[in-house]
């Protein structure tokens, strides 16, 4: 049925699920109940397949592997008072993590919102510390509006969780007003000119520039973009935990490794010999820097789509920020240099001969417990470019982030922002959905009960 043919929408939660199906969403994860069963029962006639979950925590996860792996907003959906309480802990992760997710969630009628009755709560007020968008609807006429800003907020910038309160009594209530269709041309440009002349002035006079790979920068539609600006000024790189798959193959003799939570690796000592470091889609929330920029005079050059906080050790000279990959395009042809610089070039051989040493002595290792870069090697020659990875945090995490290599952006998925134990299932569902023709391996927590225990931090390499 073409979509003008389409009967319009009675009721507010027929406005919510065509409004989703408006935003190309295809799944919808969630627990039923009577404070929001009107918008379940709406999803029942729609093009969207609903997903019961055990918990709202795990529909939350579920949706923000989603949000993570297309760049579209996965959508989560629980009932009112802890059905939306349990929502915080995956809304949280999201939000630290980058994540786009949309949660819907059930609340009683408006008359009855300040008294104290069954499972009410002021859910709006709850989640707004972890979104970056909250509000309630408040009118039968305001519906699509508050749900179509709650897309908004959760895919632009640094994407995030946005959560929208729907009233009993307004989801049951006769449609008014009309479905917002999103624009077909909208974003952030190019950085301005003025800033991308002194930031191509900066790293050409450099002696050693480093570049700094963060969350954003292993957005598919970055990398291109990354790998270019890499390669075509032969520049050194490092990058978080978050940014792995950002790096291509044919980069890895610029490539000094990941950096985060410990500065004890090779890539924190190219880090430390930068005399101007370039971060590309870095946020503070994957490597504080205050461990890797506390007494630097340096300069920094931000390449962001949001502004840098500003601290005491994250104080950029020059901020570009707008789209990522535009901004990289038109910076790179006006950056003079070719040759890696001498420092790093010494640097980056060691590297490469410690990155070597290091994969044939963790292929030796046998025994147990297992030791962490067993499960390195084993797992290496396994991550082709048809698997998707999906790590649980532990202590082992750390062994796995530093040590293993992707070179397809948004490949392995990790949390770093919260380190929320428990994503790994949730994502490695999301993986199957939005991957069904490629393979997914599931690293659980508890796999670190195998591990050789360690007192001391991983050692370099």
């Known amino acids: 049925m073409s979509d003008q043919s389409r009967p319009q929408p ?13 935003r190309g969403v295809k799944h919808v994860f969630g627990v039923p109940g009577a404070k929001i069963d009107a918008v379940f029962n709406a999803l029942v006639d729609s093009s969207i397949q609903t997903v019961v979950c055990r918990h709202e925590q795990n529909a939350a996860f579920i949706a923000g592997g989603i949000g993570r792996m297309t760049g579209k907003a996965g959508v989560a959906i629980a009932t009112s008072g802890p059905g939306v309480s349990n929502l915080v802990t995956g809304l949280a992760t999201a939000s630290s993590e980058g994540d786009p997710v949309v949660a819907l969630g059930g609340a009683v009628a408006t008359a009855e919102t300040l008294k104290q009755i069954h499972q009410t709560m002021d859910s709006v007020s709850i989640c707004k510390p972890v979104t970056k968008f909250s509000a309630a609807v408040g009118s039968p006429e305001s519906v699509a509006e508050v749900v179509s800003n709650a897309f908004r907020a959760a895919e632009s910038g640094r994407p995030g969780s946005a959560f929208v309160s729907l009233p009993k009594d307004i989801m049951g209530a006769p449609a008014q007003g009309r479905l917002l269709t999103p624009p077909s041309f909208a974003g952030a440009g190019v950085a301005d000119g003025a800033a991308m002349r002194e930031a191509a002035r900066l790293i050409s006079a450099a002696r050693t520039p480093v570049v700094l790979l963060g969350l954003l920068a292993s957005r598919p539609d970055h990398a291109e973009a990354v790998r270019a600006f890499i390669a075509h000024n032969n520049l050194p790189v490092v990058g978080t935990f978050q940014s792995i798959g950002a790096v291509g193959a044919h980069l890895m003799a610029n490539f000094g490794g990941r950096v985060g939570q410990l500065a004890n690796q090779p890539a924190d000592r190219l880090l430390e010999a930068a005399d101007v470091v370039i971060t590309i889609g870095y946020d503070p929330v994957e490597y504080d820097p205050s461990i890797w920029n506390s007494t630097s005079k340096r300069p920094v050059i931000h390449i962001d789509a949001l502004p840098a906080d500003l601290d ?22 006006r950056v003079d240099r070719h040759a890696r610089p ?59 982030a530093r040590h293993l290599y992707s070179f397809r952006a948004r490949q392995v998925l990790i949390s770093n922002g919260q380190q929320t134990l428990g994503v790994a299932l949730p994502w490695a569902i999301a993986a199957t959905l939005v991957r069904p023709h490629e393979k997914v391996c599931r690293f659980p927590a508890m796999a670190a009960s195998c591990f050789r225990p360690w007192n001391s931090k991983p050692p370099c390499g």
């Not at 010494?346 to 292929?363: F, G, P, T, V």
Request: aromatic share 4%.
């Open 312 to 333: 005491n050790c994250y104080c950029p000279a020059v901020e570009l920020t707008g789209d990522i990959g535009q901004t990289l395009a038109a910076l790179s042809p």
């Open 342 to 400: 001498a420092i790093a070039s010494s640097m980056l051989d060691a590297i490469d001969k410690e990155r070597r040493h290091l994969a044939d002595a963790a292929a030796s290792k046998s025994g147990a417990p297992v030791h962490p870069l067993r499960f390195v090697a084993a797992l290496q020659p396994m991550l082709g470019d048809d698997v998707t990875l999906c790590l649980d945090i532990g202590s082992f995490h750390l062994w796995l």
């Open 10 to 22: 009675k009721t507010g939660a027929e406005v919510v699920v065509r409004t989703l199906e408006e």
